[in-house]
C-alpha cells in the first residue's frame, strides 16, 4: 500500500534557527574554499549567524513539534542562550587566536558552528533519539576541533583520547537508553516518566541498572568524577581557544540533558540518582580543587577547575527541585562568562610559538599589563566565589537549593572545597601582582578579543551587582 | 519462537566483551573496534524489543545509531592516522605526553 506522507509546515517554525546555522556552516566552508582571500570575514559571518539565531531564539513562542521529539520550552530557551553566547564568545576570541596558531579557517568556524547546532538540539530534545543525535552532533565536530591542530604533537594525542572516551560514554548511554524503552515502550521521555508511575517500575532492578549506566554516561560527557579523567589531558592538549569552547559549550549541552531525563523523565527515582550524584559531586569538587593546588600549568589548573565546577553545577541537579534545577541554570551561565575569561586571558599572554600556558607566565603581569591583569582578578575572585562577582551569586543558589533539599553535608563539604579553591586561583593574582615580571612584551589586543573580554566582565560583574533579571528568567524558563 | 530473553542475553553478552576489549586492549584502533561491538550490542537490544513491544520506534533508533556510528567511524580514524602520522604509532601506551 502506498500511503501518502504530509508535511505539516507548522512543526518547521521552531527548528528555523537551527537551519539557519546549518546553512551557514555550509557557507562557511563554501567561501572558505571559493574566495579564500576573504578569510577574515569568516569570523563575523560566523557571529551575525549566532546572533539572528539567539535573536530568533528569544523570540520564539513556546511548542511542540514532530510529535513531542522536539520541545520549545523556557528551559531549552534558557540552555540555547549559554550555548550560543558561549560559541559567540569563542568566535571574537578565535579571530585573536588565528594569530597565534594558523588553523584552517573555514573548517574551523564550520566545525563550531556544526557543533552548535547540535547543543541547540540537545537543549530542545523531547525524545531520547533526538538527544542521541543532538549529543553527536555536538560531540563529532569538537572531536575534530580538538584535533585540528596538526602541527603540534599534543593536538591528536589529545583528540584521539577524547575520542575514545566519547565514544565509550555514548555507548554506556545507548544502552541504558535501549534499557529504558524496553521497560516503557517509549522513548519520549515525558511519557517515560509518566508510564514508569503507571507500570509501578520505581524498583525495578532493570531501570536501576539502566539509570546508572544514563548516570555513568552523563558524567563522562560533563567531566564528573571518577568519570572525569579525560578531561585535563583533552583541555590541556587542544588548542586554548578549543578548550575555551569546551570547557563551556558541551558542559553547559551536557547539564542540559542531564537535567532533562532525570528531572523530566525520571523523577520518581530521585530517591537513587539523588544521594548517587551527592556523592559525585562531592568527589568531583575533591578532586578538581585538591588537584588543581598542584598545578604548574595555568591551562591545566584551569582544566582541574571546570571539573571542579562540574562538581558545584551538580549541587542545584542534586536537588531534584524546581529550584535546584534553576539554580544550576544560573550557576552554568554565569560560569559561562568567568571560566571564558580566564581562558581569554590566557589567550592573551600566548605567542607565537610559545604558548606562554605555565603560572610562572603570570608573574608581574600587573606591571606589562595592569588591564589584564586587572581582568584576569576579577574572573579569579568570581571563580572563587567571592562578592560582588557573579560567581558568589550563582554559589549562593545553588547551596541554598542543596540545603533546602536535605543534603546538608554535601553542602558543608562544598563550601570547604570552595575555601581550598580559593588557594590556587589567588596564587595566579599573587604572581601577577607581587612578583617582577620576566619578560616585557606588551600584550597586543585585537578588536574580536576586546569585544569579548568586555562582555565577559559585563556579564560577571554586571550579574554580580544586579542579578535579578538572570535568577527571574531562570526561574521563570521551568513554569 | 527464540524468547526475547535469549537476544537480550546476546545483547548483554556484546555489550560486555566490547567494554572488556575497551578496558584491556592497548591498541586504539582495538579499542574503537570495542566500541562498535558495544554499539552492535544496543542495536540487538533495540531491534529485539522492538519486535517484541510491536513498536517501530527501537528499530528507527537502531538506523539513527549505524549512521552516527558511521561517521564516528570517519572522524575516529582520520584522528587515528593524524596520531599515525606524528608518532609512527597507534599504541596507548605511546600517548604520554600529556599528564599530570
Not at chain 1, 99 to 120: D, T
Not at chain 1, 225 to 235: E, G
Not at chain 1, 310 to 324: C, H, I, P, R, S
Not at chain 1, 435 to 460: F, H, K, R, W
Request: neutral net charge; glycine residues 10%; charged residues 10%.
Amino acid at each position: 500500500m502506498i500511503s501518502t506522507v504530509t508535511v505539516n509546515w507548522a512543526d518547521v517554525g521552531p527548528i528555523l534557527p537551527e537551519l539557519l546555522l546549518i546553512s551557514i556552516g555550509v557557507l562557511l566552508i563554501g567561501l572558505d574554499l571559493f574566495s579564500p582571500r576573504q578569510r577574515q570575514i569568516l569570523p563575523w559571518l560566523t557571529v551575525v549567524g549566532c546572533l539572528t539565531a539567539l535573536a530568533m531564539i528569544m523570540g520564539s513562542r513556546p511548542s511542540i513539534s514532530f510529535g513531542g521529539m522536539f520541545l520549545t520550552d523556557g528551559f531549552s530557551v534558557f540552555f540555547k542562550s549559554i550555548c550560543l553566547v558561549g560559541v559567540i564568545l569563542t568566535t571574537l576570541m578565535s579571530e585573536h587566536f588565528r594569530r597565534i596558531i594558523a588553523m584552517p579557517q573555514g573548517e574551523y568556524y564550520s566545525l563550531l558552528v556544526f557543533s552548535a547546532v547540535g547543543m541547540l538540539i540537545m537543549a530542545s530534545a523531547g525524545d531520547l533519539m533526538v538527544l542521541y543525535l543532538g549529543l553527536e552532533l555536538m560531540a563529532l565536530p569538537v572531536y575534530a576541533l580538538v584535533g585540528l591542530h596538526k602541527k603540534e604533537n599534543r593536538t591528536s594525542e589529545a583528540a584521539i583520547k577524547y575520542f575514545l572516551m566519547g565514544g565509550f560514554a555514548s555507548a554506556l548511554l545507548l544502552f541504558g537508553m535501549s534499557l529504558v524503552y524496553g521497560l516503557t515502550g517509549t522513548t519520549d521521555i515525558g511519557r517515560i516518566g509518566e508510564l514508569i508511575n503507571s507500570l509501578h517500575l520505581t524498583n525495578n532492578p532493570a531501570l536501576l541498572a539502566a539509570l546508572s549506566l544514563l548516570l555513568a554516561g552523563f558524567c563522562f560527557k560533563v567531566a564528573v568524577a571518577p568519570f572525569h579523567l579525560w578531561t585535563p589531558d583533552v583541555y590541556e592538549g587542544a588548542p586554548t581557544v578549543v578548550t575555551a569552547f569546551m570547557s563551556v559549550g558541551p558542559k553547559v549541552a551536557g547539564f542540559a540533558i542531564f537535567s532533562r531525563v532525570l528531572f523530566f523523565g525520571l523523577p520518581q527515582l530521585h530517591d537513587h540518582w539523588g544521594p548517587v550524584l551527592a556523592v559525585l559531586a562531592l568527589l568531583t569538587m575533591a578532586v578538581g580543587n585538591i588537584t588543581a593546588l598542584c598545578q604548574q600549568s595555568l591551562k591545566r589548573m584551569l582544566a582541574y577547575s571546570a571539573i571542579a565546577h562540574a562538581g558545584y553545577a551538580l549541587l542545584g541537579l542534586l536537588a531534584g527541585t524546581t529550584e535546584g534545577i534553576s539554580a544550576t541554570m544560573t550557576y552554568l551561565f554565569i560560569y559561562m562568562f568567568m571560566n571564558m575569561g580566564a581562558f581569554a586571558i590566557l589567550m592573551l599572554l600566548a605567542t607565537p610559538g610559545q604558548p606562554h600556558e605555565s603560572i610562572e607566565d603570570c608573574k608581574g603581569l600587573a606591571a606589562r599589563s595592569p588591564i589584564a591583569a586587572a581582568l584576569m582578578l576579577v574572573f579569579l575572585f568570581s571563580l572563587t566565589g567571592i562578592p560582588p562577582t557573579a560567581g558568589f551569586i550563582g554559589k549562593f543558589y545553588l547551596l541554598k537549593a542543596a540545603f533546602a533539599a536535605g543534603y546538608t553535608m554535601t553542602v558543608v563539604g562544598a563550601v570547604l572545597f570552595s575555601a581550598i579553591s580559593a588557594y590556587f586561583y589567588l596564587r595566579v593574582v599573587r604572581y601577577m601582582y607581587m612578583t617582577d615580571p620576566q619578560q616585557n612584551s606588551t600584550l597586543q589586543y585585537s578588536p574580536g578579543m576586546i569585544v569579548a573580554l568586555g562582555l565577559c566582565l559585563i556579564g560577571v560583574v554586571g550579574l554580580g551587582l544586579f542579578p535579578g533579571s538572570l535568577l527571574d528568567w531562570a526561574a521563570r524558563a521551568l513554569l | 519462537m527464540i524468547p526475547l530473553s535469549w537476544y537480550m542475553a546476546l545483547a548483554v553478552v556484546l555489550f560486555c566483551i566490547g567494554v572488556c576489549g575497551f578496558l584491556t586492549r592497548r591498541n586504539v584502533i582495538v579499542m574503537f573496534l570495542s566500541i562498535e561491538l558495544m554499539l552492535n550490542g544496543v542495536n540487538l537490544n533495540l531491534v529485539a524489543l522492538s519486535h517484541f513491544l510491536e513498536s517501530l520506534r527501537g528499530q528507527t533508533f537502531t538506523f539513527f545509531i549505524i549512521t552516527v556510528a558511521a561517521a564516528e567511524a570517519a572522524i575516529g580514524l582520520g584522528i587515528a592516522i593524524a596520531l599515525y602520522r606524528s608518532r609512527r604509532t597507534v599504541h596507548v601506551d605511546s600517548l604520554n605526553q600529556l599528564k599530570g
